[in-house]
Nanobody, 115 residues
Framework: QVQLVESGGGLVQAGGSLRLSCAASGLTFSSYHMGWYRQAPGKERELVARINSGGGSTYYADSVKGRFSITRDNVKNTVYLQMSSLKPEDTAVYYC????????WGQGTQVTVSS
C-alpha cells in the first residue's frame, strides 16, 4: 500500500533551519505531484509548497516564499522541504501529500520554532 513517511521535524530557535523529508513507497513516485502542507493548532491545514512530478515547477505560499525550498529526488522517491529563517509562526505539524487525481497523505512531523 501507499506510504508517505515524513521526518526531520523538531524544535529550533527562530532564525534557524530544518530540512524535512518525505519518503514514499507503494506508488510510482515520479508520476505524482508532491506538496508540503502544515496545520497549526486551531487553524486549517494550508498548502506551503508544491512541486510537479518532474521537479521543474514549484509553488510557494507567500508566507514562506524566499525562506523555504521544495525539491524532490525521483530516484530516492523522496521530497524535501528546506526551511530557513524560521519564525515562531511556522510552528505546525507538517504533512506531505502525493497527488495525481486521488491524494495520499503522510502522518505528519511536528515543527516547533521558539522565539
Amino acid at each position: 500500500q501507499v506510504q508517505l513517511v515524513e521526518s526531520g521535524g523538531g524544535l529550533v530557535q527562530a532564525g534557524g533551519s530544518l530540512r524535512l523529508s518525505c519518503a514514499a513507497s507503494g506508488l510510482t513516485f515520479s508520476s505524482y505531484h508532491m506538496g508540503w502542507y502544515r496545520q497549526a493548532p486551531g487553524k486549517e491545514r494550508e498548502l506551503v509548497a508544491r512541486i510537479n512530478s518532474g521537479g521543474g515547477s514549484t509553488y510557494y505560499a507567500d508566507s514562506v516564499k524566499g525562506r523555504f525550498s521544495i525539491t524532490r529526488d525521483n530516484v530516492k522517491n523522496t521530497v524535501y522541504l528546506q526551511m530557513s529563517s524560521l519564525k515562531p509562526e511556522d510552528t505546525a505539524v507538517y504533512y506531505c501529500k502525493a497527488s495525481m487525481g486521488a491524494g495520499y497523505w503522510g502522518q505528519g512531523t511536528q515543527v516547533t520554532v521558539s522565539s
